[in-house]
């Protein structure tokens, strides 16, 4: 049974930064494009970030030069470095391993920017 696990979010303040991780278990993880997806309340879910085993990146438009997001293959992890937070940024944040409509998905961890 593939796993994957969330952890990092939790409470910041408008400008603070926070990381993500996303720990693989029982998958062949260099084969995966690995992606963060985030749902705000009322909205659908949205891609935030995904890296391909190559290197290949792509983002949001609204959180790019904010968010990076990188993986090792070596430990089965991927990561979301969220810097310049905003309110908006609220939502919970999801793994992705191999692409949304067939992929895996971790259970999500809350991120919440608020003063």
């Known amino acids: 049974q593939v796993q994957l696990v969330e952890s990092g979010g939790g409470l910041v303040q408008p400008g603070g930064s926070l990381s993500l991780s996303c720990a693989a278990s029982?998958?062949?993880?260099?084969?995966?494009?690995m992606g963060w997806y985030r749902q705000a309340p009322g909205k659908q879910r949205e891609l935030v970030a995904a890296?391909?085993?190559?290197?290949?990146?792509n983002y949001a438009d609204s959180v790019k030069g904010r968010f990076t997001i990188s993986r090792d293959n070596a430990k089965n992890t991927v990561y979301l470095q969220m810097n310049s937070l905003k309110p908006e940024d609220t939502a919970v944040y999801y793994c992705?391993?191999?692409?949304?409509?067939?992929?895996?998905w971790g259970q999500g961890t809350q991120v919440t920017v608020s003063s």
């Open positions: 029982r998958i062949r993880f260099s084969r995966y494009v």
């Open positions: 890296m391909t085993k190559d290197g290949s990146t």
């Open positions: 992705n391993a191999g692409g949304a409509s067939m992929g895996h």
